[in-house]
């Protein structure tokens, strides 16, 4: 009667260890399809990045670039005391 129940335990425990492992072995396969299309992506963005420099150093050499001006970021601070000189004047 003994060897009756483990050999029952045993059995069931062999069949949810199976089934687990099938659960994450279709997991890891939607993992990988992900990961292949994301590492697809990646190197298409790379790519079209260096087709950009490469077209901005050719068309750079023929045409130089005017240099951009840089404006001083807008803070919060700014904002506060234009609105205050705002209130003030009117």
Do not use: C, F
């Not at 068309?59 to 807008?74: D, F, I, L, Y």
């Amino acid at each position: 009667m003994r060897r009756t129940v483990w050999i029952a335990l045993g059995a069931t425990a062999g069949v949810i260890a199976y089934r687990r492992g099938q659960k994450l072995v279709e997991e890891a396969r939607a993992r990988g399809v992900v990961g292949s299309v994301q590492a697809a992506t990646l190197s298409a963005s790379t790519v079209a990045a260096s087709a950009r420099t490469l077209l901005e150093n050719v068309s750079g050499a023929a045409a130089p670039q005017p240099q951009q001006v840089r404006s001083a970021p807008v803070t919060g601070a700014a904002a506060a005391r234009v609105l205050a000189e705002s209130r003030t004047a009117g």
